[in-house]
C-alpha cells in the first residue's frame, strides 16, 4: 500500500476500512462538521454513503463523544488554487459556509478565513474608486 499521511481519523479508518474508503471519506465529508448521534440510524449522511457499519464505526472512536459533532479532516488530494477559485465564484451565491465548504472540499475555518479575505480585497477596490482629495492647490 502507498504510504499517505492521514490525520488520525482518517488513518485509523484506512487501517480498518481500506485506503480507498479513507480518502472517499475524506472528499465527501472533508472540511465539514459532521455531527455524530448516540446512536447509528439509516438516515445519516455517513450510513447513507458509506453504509451504517462506517456510521457504527465511527460512533466508536475516541474522537467525539455521541451526540455532537466533529470536524472532519481533509484528505491528502485537495487542490487548494482549484479550491479557491471555486469559492470565490460560489461567494456570490446565498450559501451557507458549511455549504461552500462542501463544494469546495475546504475546510469550513478555510472558507470563513478566505470570504474575509474576499471581503476586504472588495473594500479595498471600493476605496481606491474615491481617492481622497488632493491637498495641493491647482
Known amino acids: 500500500m502507498e504510504r499517505v499521511w492521514l490525520p488520525n481519523l482518517l488513518r485509523d479508518m484506512a487501517e480498518v476500512h481500506g485506503l480507498p474508503v479513507a480518502l472517499a471519506f475524506a472528499r465527501r465529508f472533508g472540511g465539514r462538521y459532521l455531527y455524530l448521534p448516540a446512536s447509528a ?15 457504527e464505526w465511527l460512533l466508536t472512536r475516541d474522537y ?17 488554487a482549484q479550491q479557491l477559485r471555486a469559492l470565490r465564484s460560489l461567494a456570490a451565491r446565498p450559501l451557507t459556509v458549511d455549504q461552500m465548504a462542501g463544494e469546495t472540499g ?33
Open 41 to 55: 440510524t439509516a438516515e445519516h449522511p455517513v450510513a447513507r454513503a458509506f453504509g451504517i457499519e462506517m456510521l
Open 64 to 80: 467525539h463523544q455521541p451526540g455532537t459533532r466533529i470536524t472532519v479532516p481533509q484528505g491528502p488530494d485537495a487542490d487548494r
Open 106 to 138: 475546504l475546510h469550513v475555518r478555510t472558507v470563513h478565513r478566505w470570504l474575509a479575505k474576499f471581503r476586504e480585497e472588495q473594500e479595498s477596490r471600493q476605496m481606491n474608486l474615491f481617492p481622497p482629495p488632493s491637498s495641493g492647490a491647482s
